[in-house]
Antibody
């Protein structure tokens, strides 16, 4: 059973960099056709797709965040990470990591395993 | 970006009821549509992928349909554990946007 767990500071100062890590157990992040994904949810709002890193190392980012976001992977630790620079109060949210899996070409990519999320508050 | 619009935003129903939630995409997304169930404080769970395919372990009372721009999620015979927030998501092109959510509450 694949499990994901987010970790990182719960409080970040405005203009600083938000850094989160997702630890994966029950499967290797560099095997299979998976997309290791970050999603966030501001309080009282819906889910926002931040971006993903492929098993091959390629990435896709949400254009609204592209200038500030980097997703990377550390296969030796079976983890992947999110960095978001120049944060403001608008970046306060619950942050989730998830595994994306694409089966056949007719099915598309779905997020089949998720972490429980970690709350990050941007405040001085 | 592809915009996803769900309706209704909230819904009250009773145990045993049949409910339907709709999701509309701002452009055609073929069948690249997923549905998730989320209880605050817990990990969201995948219910349906490819518009109509039931994810492993998901009860058969959940079903999905649609293609192109219009999709539905139907829950036949609501159970207590089904009262949660439901989201649709398109995986046709990045960013893989979500609908705004439908909150299913007990009547």
């Amino acid at each position: 059973q694949v499990q994901l767990q987010e970790s990182g500071p719960g409080l970040v100062q405005p203009s600083q960099t938000l850094s989160l890590t997702c630890s994966v157990s029950g499967g290797s992040i560099n095997r299979g056709s998976y997309f290791w994904t970050w999603i966030r949810q501001p309080a009282g709002k819906g889910l926002e797709w931040i971006g993903r890193i492929y098993t091959s190392g390629g990435t896709n980012y949400n254009p609204s965040l592209m200038s500030r976001v980097t997703i990377s992977a550390d296969t030796s630790k079976n983890q992947f990470s999110l960095k978001l620079t120049s944060v403001t109060a608008a970046d306060t949210a619950m942050y989730f990591c998830a595994r994306g899996y694409g089966g056949s070409s007719s099915e598309g990519v779905r997020l089949d395993y998720w972490g429980q999320g970690t709350l990050v508050t941007v405040s001085a | 970006d592809i915009q996803m619009t769900q309706s209704p935003s909230s819904l009250s129903a009773s145990v045993g009821d049949r409910v339907t939630i709709t999701c509309r995409a701002s452009q055609t997304i073929s069948s690249y549509l997923n549905w998730y169930h989320h209880k605050p404080g817990k990990a969201p769970k995948l219910l349906i992928y490819g518009a109509s395919k039931l994810h492993s372990g998901v009860p058969s009372r959940f079903s999905g349909s649609g293609s192109g721009t219009d999709f539905t999620l139907t829950i036949s015979g609501l159970q207590l554990e089904d009262f949660a927030i439901y989201y649709c998501q398109q995986s046709y092109s990045p960013p893989h946007t979500f609908g705004q959510g439908t909150k299913l509450e007990i009547k």
